[in-house]
């Protein structure tokens, strides 16, 4: 078992920034591929952004490409969603998830935490 708890969700306004935290116990967590997720409302589940098991490579959404940044200190067992230039419409809980493999799909995941909420107000 992974257990994951994400952090730093809150209220920004639209252009503004925030850092989202997905610290990890259990199992091995540099053996795991790591995503985040979204899901607004009256909306399926989005895939955000991925990171390999190592950080070497990583995998975005096209819509959050430049603006968005994930990393992840597999000695801290913690992984890291940077976001920049919030839009109101990204308002959504923010999850993360961990996998056995880089995927966009969220039945890739084994293991999810309980989630954040970030609102970007207009």
């Known amino acids: 078992q992974v257990q994951l708890v994400e952090s730093g969700g809150g209220l920004v306004q639209a252009g503004g920034s925030l850092r989202l935290s997905c610290a990890a116990s259990g199992r091995t967590f540099s053996n795991y591929a790591m995503a985040w997720f979204r899901q607004a409302p009256g909306k399926e589940r989005e895939f955000v952004a991925a990171i390999t098991y190592n950080g070497a490579g990583t995998s975005y959404a096209d819509s959050v490409k430049g603006r968005f940044t994930i990393s992840r200190d597999n000695a801290k067992n913690t992984m890291y969603l940077q976001m920049s230039s919030l839009k109101p419409e990204e308002t959504a809980v923010y999850y993360c998830?961990?996998?056995?493999?880089?995927?966009?799909?969220?039945?890739?995941?084994?293991?999810w935490g309980q989630g954040t909420q970030v609102t970007v107000s207009s």
């Open positions: 998830a961990a996998g056995l493999r880089v995927s966009r799909d969220y039945r890739g995941y084994h293991y």
